[in-house]
């Protein structure tokens, strides 16, 4: 990395991204009694008519940061950009309504590349039921930059933050983990093999689940329905985009609780547990640290255990112990390792 030369700056990497975060905004305070919450939950939430309640969440990708246009259409990219954002929508527990998106581009990119960009986009608004309400366009220098918001609202009980997790509550995933990664590893050596000989014809077949969750996923919208079908009201919920173990971190910091998450329990697709051989890579850690899977993760009362036991979208993982017992994975030989945020951090120094 590059040599911090004056020795009276900070390094960014010194804070990491929350501790960047943190200590530019700490100063900040609300002005609004109609802010119910500000920075620090996947989305902010403000307060509406009667008990209704507004949520808003922004996020920003980068190309070369958080995509790789030699292997990402352009139409995939614009459906994922919507995702991400709706993801943190629905990790609140609240229903997904607009989306503002605002793009800034370099002239390398015709009007064809852009108009491909908004199909994805078109096909994601319309499968999730959301409207495209505005944005803003600029030019760039270097490459392609998409900022999304997405505002959605639910009633104030049904709202659910990260901190409100209790000793003995469950911890519980949707879907499955580690996909995504994988996807990625697979399309990067795919690159390298591209670029080594280009008539070469992959044979992806054995990976297509991997590569679709890198490429195509999709935001759990029917999670906040279902869990009202089922009449569960989650204690506190996330949704994965960095790695289980960050996010199940960010419920214990927020909520001062510890928790202990069986090894024997995360829920792996086959696929992954088939690359994860193929690659050398051990399944939990990818699991753990991954990223991009764009789950969501979420603590019920134990009460509620009959309500979700049955469900196949749905697997208890762990539950939650006291602050002082700390964050833990219980291993398939049954020993207590510390869980670590490993996950992917923008600010992380390269060693
Ligand atoms: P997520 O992973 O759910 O998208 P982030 O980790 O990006 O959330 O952000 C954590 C919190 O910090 C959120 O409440 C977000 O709105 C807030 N945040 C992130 N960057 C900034 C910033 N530059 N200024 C103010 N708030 C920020
Ligand atoms: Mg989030």
Redesign the pocket.
């Known amino acids: 990395m590059l040599e911090n030369k004056n020795p009276s700056k900070t390094n960014i990497s010194q804070l990491g991204?929350?501790g960047?975060?943190?200590h530019?905004?700490k100063n900040?305070e609300i002005h609004q009694n109609t802010t119910i919450?500000?920075?620090?939950?996947?989305?902010?939430v403000i307060s509406s008519e009667g008990d209704n309640q507004i949520v808003v969440?922004?996020?920003l990708l980068i190309e070369g940061v958080h995509f790789d246009l030699s292997y990402m259409p352009l139409k995939h990219l614009g459906y994922k950009a919507v995702m991400?954002n709706l993801?943190?929508v629905y990790?609140m527990n609240a229903t997904a309504t607009q989306i503002t998106v605002s793009i800034a581009v370099s002239n390398r990119f015709p009007v064809e590349a852009l108009e491909e960009l908004y199909a994805g986009i078109k096909t994601a608004v319309k499968m999730y039921n959301v409207d495209l309400i505005g944005g803003d366009t600029t030019s760039s220098t270097t490459g392609l930059i998409i900022s999304i918001t997405a505002i959605g609202n639910a009633k104030k009980e049904t709202i659910t933050y990260r901190d409100g997790a209790k000793e003995n509550d469950l911890l519980v995933v949707t879907g499955d983990l580690g996909a995504a990664y994988l996807g990625l590893q697979v399309l990067e050596r795919e690159k390298e093999v591209f670029k080594v000989n280009p008539n070469s014809q992959p044979d992806l077949d054995a990976y297509t689940y991997l590569i679709e969750r890198q490429l195509k996923p999709e935001a759990r919208k029917d999670i906040p329905k279902l869990l009202s079908e089922l009449d569960v009201k989650p204690t506190a919920m996330?949704?994965i985009?960095?790695g289980l173990s960050s996010e199940i971190i960010h419920i214990c910091k927020q909520s001062n609780v510890g928790c202990n998450l069986y090894e024997d329990k995360i829920p792996l697709d086959p696929q992954v547990i088939s690359a994860c051989e193929e690659f050398q890579l051990d399944s939990t850690t990818v699991a753990l640290s991954g990223g991009e899977d764009y789950e969501l993760l979420f603590t019920i009362s134990a009460e509620d255990f009959p309500k979700i036991k049955a469900n196949p979208h749905l697997t208890v993982i762990g539950h939650i112990t006291h602050e002082k017992e700390g964050t833990h994975l219980i291993s398939r030989a049954n020993t207590k390792i510390p869980l670590i945020a490993r996950g992917w951090n923008a600010m992380q120094e390269d060693d």
């Open positions: 991204e929350f960047l975060i943190d530019l905004t900040f919450k500000g920075i620090g939950d996947d989305a902010a969440t922004t996020d991400v993801s943190d990790a996330i949704d985009s960095d």
